[in-house]
């Protein structure tokens, strides 16, 4: 089973911030929180991943609960081509990742 | 950087025949290669861990003789649907763990193949 909770969908205004949450109680300590969003027949895009501290990329910024036991992914300004299933994963890395339901967010013009 | 391709992108064949489908790294190399199969509006089903130069291990409910998995170098795991049938129609996914950054491993996806069989 996965080991985390999302929310099944969300709306967004394009040009606004989409803060995307993400439960994850059971984590381990040494276990990374990554974060990938699939559009519409295609693969599974990374987008950013995490231990402890926050992280920032180009694409979005991770915010990581001092407890470790949720995070939430910032997608800055929100465009229509952000329109996706984003999930939210927590793995040691290089092992098999189990996928869960995602949540679907919806940017609208 | 790391990138995972899927061949064929598509496919349609006739029910009862065995279709195949490859899966490269490429610039990297990658001893443990994943699959995963989709179904319209459902999140990814991982099916099995491909290993190079040994079996493969298939998550609960997969039928290993169905799904025959090869993984003959760090570059290449194939896929192959043995008898296919219309409910093996999917969405199929593989993937690799590759470095992104010094130490920090990522996984990377390919762009899958979508399999109907009529």
């Known amino acids: 089973d996965a080991k985390t909770t999302q929310p099944t969908s969300m709306d967004c205004a394009e040009g606004r911030a989409a803060n995307l949450p993400c439960n994850h109680s059971?984590?381990?300590?040494?276990?990374?929180v990554y974060w990938y969003r699939q559009i519409h027949s295609q693969g599974p895009q990374y987008i950013i991943h995490g231990l402890k501290n926050n992280e920032t990329n180009e694409m979005a910024s991770l915010i990581i609960t001092e407890d470790r036991k949720s995070s939430t992914l910032i997608l800055p300004h929100a465009t229509l081509r952000d329109t996706a299933v984003y999930y939210c994963i927590v793995s040691f890395g290089g092992f098999k990742t189990i996928f869960g339901a995602g949540t679907r967010l919806f940017v609208k013009a | 950087g790391a990138v995972v391709s899927q061949h064929p992108s598509w496919v349609i064949c006739k029910s009862g025949t065995s279709v195949k489908i490859e899966c490269r790294s490429l610039?990297?190399?990658?001893?443990?290669m994943f699959w995963y199969r989709q179904f319209p509006k459902q999140s990814l089903m991982l099916m099995a861990t491909s290993n190079e130069g040994s079996k493969a291990t298939y998550e609960q409910g997969v039928e290993k003789d169905k799904f025959l998995i090869n993984h003959a170098s760090l570059t290449l795991s194939t896929l192959t649907v043995t008898s296919a049938h219309p409910e093996d129609s999917s969405f199929y996914i593989c993937s690799a763990w590759g470095e992104r950054r010094e130490e920090e491993d990522e996984q990377f996806f390919g762009p899958g193949t979508r399999l109907t069989v009529l």
């Open positions: 610039d990297f190399q990658a001893t443990t």
């Open positions: 059971t984590i381990s300590g040494n276990e990374y």
